[in-house]
């Protein structure tokens, strides 16, 4: 057993207790749409992960239909139930679809850059449940999450948008990783911790763990202020893999001000791997060895949300994160994202 796979069953260990649920989640309480690119300024430029869109749907209808895996993740973790047993719990329930994209700096080549991070794409499902203890300020987060690797469509995409922006061809697509395509999974698990009772402030602590194509221990810090009307167990900015993870909507308090916070969040990952430097189990052109990676990783995020309308919230946001690679090609990655939420 290697050290990974023994912090994560203590994590186990350590959440592993039943609980009575409360109230019945509304069949759909909202979606959301992220946008991610890195191109909007002088030091984001096309490079490492240059974009990526995902869609949530949340609600019970999570649970069922067609195009959900949440069983799958229900088989795996509802053996390990959340929370003390005579406590009252809130459960939430999202789907999220996306696609994301990397590249090395020089786009053009169509030779693989050694020295440099691999092509790569993964186009994901991935259903969570959300379990709060209001009791113990607490909120935990199972995933389980399925994708494909190396699709030839990423590829298409990226050319699409560069041509319509005039942006220089990515041609080296053919030397991403899988390319072709290969299945890939992960699950994750997390405990988010309200850490204080104002009313125009919160601040909230996490520990995640992660086990599949991104396979890592992560902790995290939320902090946002401003006018708030939306529950503490809804924002976590630091809650992400490249993009924004699946969301559970929540509505504002009825008749409350709009609300408009600024906010940020700090978090700090040791990855033990990652196919989308390292490949997975099919053969790929260009992959980077463990020696070639960076273990720890640091992120920091900030932005702003504004609630419009009904429940029609809007955020802008600017991420940063320490390099991934080791070599003469070693930089910090940094992305912009924009988020719109409706909640129902």
């Known amino acids: 057993m ?192 309200k850490q204080s009772r104002a009313t125009n402030h919160q601040l909230s602590t996490h520990l995640e763990a992660n086990a599949g194509y991104s396979t890592d221990l992560n902790a995290g810090l939320n902090w946002r202020w401003g006018r708030l009307n939306t529950p503490w167990w809804s924002f976590n900015p630091s809650h992400y893999e490249y993009i924004s993870s699946a969301a559970t909507n929540a509505r504002g308090v009825t008749g409350s001000k709009p609300e408009f916070y600024i906010f940020a969040g700090a978090n700090i990952k040791y990855r033990f791997y990652s196919a989308l430097l390292q490949g997975q189990f099919r053969d790929s052109v260009h992959t980077l060895d463990r020696s070639q990676i960076e273990q720890t990783l640091a992120s920091i995020t900030v932005g702003a949300t504004r609630e419009f309308g009904d429940n029609l919230r809007i955020s802008l946001s600017v991420r940063g994160v320490s390099p991934e690679i080791k070599g003469p090609n070693a930089r910090n990655l940094w992305w912009a994202s924009l988020t719109i939420n409706r909640a129902w």
């Open 2 to 193: 290697n050290i990974f796979n023994f912090l994560f069953i203590l994590l186990l260990i350590a959440i592993s207790q039943s609980a009575v649920y409360a109230g019945e989640e509304k069949y759909n309480s909202g979606w959301q749409l992220n946008i991610d690119n890195n191109i909007f300024q002088r030091y984001m430029k096309d490079r490492d992960y240059t974009g990526g869109i995902a869609f949530t749907a949340s609600g019970s209808r999570a649970q069922s239909g067609w195009l959900n895996i949440d069983p799958v993740r229900a088989w795996i973790f509802d053996l390990i139930p959340i929370g003390n047993r005579a406590e009252t719990v809130i459960k939430k329930h999202s789907v999220q679809y996306g696609f994301v994209f990397f590249t090395p700096e020089d786009i053009t080549s169509t030779q693989p850059i050694l020295d440099d991070r691999p092509f790569a794409s993964l186009l994901y499902i991935s259903n969570t449940e959300l379990t709060v203890h209001p009791a113990q300020d607490k909120a935990y987060r199972s995933t389980f999450s399925l994708g494909l690797l190396g699709l030839e469509i990423a590829g298409d995409i990226q050319g699409i948008l560069h041509e319509a922006t005039g942006s220089d061809e990515a041609s080296g697509w053919d030397n991403q990783i899988s390319a072709g395509g290969e299945p890939t999974a992960m699950l994750t698990l997390s405990v988010q911790h």
